[in-house]
């Protein structure tokens, strides 16, 4: 059985907080995809307006993140500067961070893994122990990235993310069958490794995606646009 995680692309907070309300007692994970529009052609909250500022009173802890003390926000880094942005949903009360290795040079990537951890153990937050020491920190990979770039990190992060599709940064994409072999390579050379798969994932590609190795599965539109939440989450949590 994989961790089901649904992915989240909101267009406000009050987006943001309406559907991470359905997801609670469903799943004790929820993964926001951070798009800025340069890393990738989408944008959603909060870069939507080009307002860098809109994450800072989460960051300052003035405000918290919706229902923050009954689902872990997964933080996917669509983004052209992954460091500043990352330590930011970091002090918001994010517990994991994915970064994309596109997104930076592939020699900063140790680097950058470091400095997540970094952050995360001096508990940026000021106001939360268990925050400082439950952060996990995942390395992503398209498609169309072989696996050997990602080999050097391996050793400073929690987690790898295969893209399951070509276009990142768009919910409902084709499923790329080309992450299968991805994960099985990955599954063969690094035996406990956890791999998350985000893309393409849906009842149909999900039992495939076990069956290669993925112990972690980010659904957005085929749970998202699904007629019953908890319907779908509990089928794809009895594959």
């Known amino acids: 059985m994989?961790?089901?995680?649904?992915?989240?692309?909101?267009?406000?907070?009050?987006?943001?907080?309406?559907?991470?309300?359905?997801?609670?007692?469903?799943?004790?994970?929820?993964?926001?995809?951070?798009?800025d529009g340069i890393f990738v052609p989408s944008s959603d909250w909060p870069y939507i307006e080009k307002d860098e500022d809109q994450l800072l009173p989460f960051s300052r802890g003035e405000e918290e993140l919706p229902f923050i003390h009954e689902v872990a926000y997964e933080i996917?880094?669509?983004?052209?500067?992954?460091?500043?942005?990352?330590?930011?949903?970091?002090?918001?009360?994010?517990?994991?961070?994915?970064?994309?290795?596109?997104?930076?040079?592939i020699s900063d990537a140790e680097e950058l893994a470091v400095a997540?951890?970094?952050?995360?153990?001096?508990?940026?937050?000021?106001?939360d122990?268990?925050?400082?020491?439950?952060?996990?920190?995942?390395?992503?990979?398209?498609?169309?990235?072989?696996?050997?770039?990602?080999?050097?990190?391996?050793?400073?992060?929690?987690?790898?993310q295969c893209m399951g599709i070509t276009k990142i940064g768009y919910q409902g994409q084709p499923f790329d069958d080309r992450v299968i072999e991805k994960i099985v390579d990955l599954r063969e050379h690094h035996p406990d490794v956890i791999i998350s798969?985000?893309?393409?994932?849906?009842?149909?590609?999900?039992p495939r995606?076990?069956?290669?190795?993925?112990?972690?599965?980010?659904?957005?539109?085929?749970?998202?646009?699904?007629?019953?939440?908890?319907?779908t989450i509990n089928t794809f949590k009895g594959l």
């Open 129 to 160: 122990a268990r925050h400082a020491v439950s952060v996990e920190i995942g390395i992503a990979l398209n498609t169309d990235t072989p696996n050997k770039n990602i080999e050097h990190v391996l050793p400073y992060v929690d987690f790898v």
């Open 2 to 35: 994989a961790d089901i995680i649904p992915a989240i692309m909101p267009q406000s907070f009050g987006d943001l907080r309406e559907t991470v309300e359905r997801f609670v007692g469903l799943v004790k994970v929820v993964q926001i995809d951070v798009m």
């Open 209 to 231: 995606l076990i069956r290669a190795g993925a112990t972690r599965l980010v659904a957005g539109s085929a749970v998202l646009k699904s007629k019953n939440f908890e319907e």
């Open 197 to 206: 798969v985000d893309g393409g994932v849906n009842l149909d590609t999900a």
């Open 76 to 105: 996917d880094l669509m983004v052209a500067n992954p460091k500043r942005e990352g330590i930011r949903w970091l002090s918001a009360g994010a517990e994991r961070l994915v970064f994309h290795i596109e997104s930076i040079d």
């Open 116 to 127: 997540f951890r970094s952050a995360a153990m001096h508990d940026i937050r000021g106001d």
